[in-house]
């Protein structure tokens, strides 16, 4: 589901399995509470070991991002899959600067 990391002032969040709406809710629910604690600069999500995503994975992203954009901090997706860029690029989030 979830592993994180804090180093440096970066928050890495590891993410595996399936995104829908049950399991976004309970990483959301696991990264802001470490965002709110560490108040890191940076909080990368790391989709490597996502294996399907629906909307709600999108809908994840973009919270994180007001949430460290209301911390101060920038917010890195990366290590996503060609399928997940697809669906990342049509919802805008490209437009963000937060795909790497």
């Known amino acids: 589901m979830v592993e994180t990391k804090f180093s440096n002032n970066v928050l890495t969040a ?3 399995g ?4 049950d399991s976004a809710a309970q990483i959301r629910v696991r990264v802001d509470g ?7 600069g940076l909080l990368c ?5 996502v294996s399907f995503m629906d909307s709600s994975g ?3 992203v973009m919270g994180r991002f007001r949430q460290m ?3 101060g ?3 890195r997706v990366q290590n996503y899959s060609d399928s997940l860029y ?6 805008g989030l490209e437009g963000l600067g937060v795909l790497r």
């Open 34 to 40: 470490m965002a709110q604690e560490l108040k890191p």
């Open 18 to 21: 399936e995104i829908d709406h």
């Open 45 to 49: 999500l790391d989709f490597g070991g």
């Open 14 to 16: 590891y993410l595996s």
């Open 69 to 71: 954009k209301l911390l």
């Open 86 to 91: 697809r669906i990342f690029a049509m919802s």
């Open 73 to 75: 901090g920038r917010l």
């Open 58 to 60: 999108v809908g994840l």
